[in-house]
C-alpha cells in the first residue's frame, strides 16, 4: 500500500509579492522591477514607520484600491519586504505596478 505524502497548503505568504524599498529617495515611485521583487523609492525616511506608510499609500494610489486592502506580511523593518493585496492576485498586481515604472 503506497501512502501518499500530503501537499502542503499554502503558506500566510504565498499570495504576497516582493517589494524592495529604497527610503530617502528624491522622490516616491515605482522604479521597476529587480531579482524578482518590485523596486520601489520612497521619499520618506525609515523611521517611526513613515516609510512603511508610505509605501501602502503608494500602492493604493498607483492600484487604485483602499490603503486598508494592503498589509505588509513581512520585513517592516527591512528593505526587502512582503507585501499582500486583497482582492488582487500577485500576478495582477505586479503587471499593474510594472505598468508604472
Known amino acids: 500500500m503506497s501512502r501518499h505524502k500530503p501537499r502542503p497548503g499554502p503558506t500566510p505568504s504565498s499570495d504576497a509579492i516582493d517589494v524592495r524599498v529604497i527610503p530617502r529617495?528624491?522622490?516616491?515611485?515605482i522604479a521597476g522591477e529587480r531579482d524578482g521583487a518590485i523596486v520601489v523609492r520612497l521619499a520618506a525616511a525609515p523611521v517611526e514607520g513613515a516609510a512603511n506608510a508610505e509605501l501602502i499609500d503608494l500602492l493604493a494610489r498607483t492600484l487604485r484600491v483602499p490603503k486598508r486592502d494592503i498589509s505588509i506580511v513581512s520585513g517592516e523593518r527591512s528593505r526587502s519586504k512582503r507585501v499582500r493585496v486583497a482582492g488582487m492576485n500577485p500576478a495582477a498586481v505586479i503587471a499593474c505596478l510594472a505598468g508604472a515604472s
Not at 529617495?25 to 515611485?29: F, I, K, L, Q, V
Request: hydrophobic share 20%; charged share 20%; no cysteine.
Open 25 to 29: 529617495a528624491g522622490r516616491s515611485g
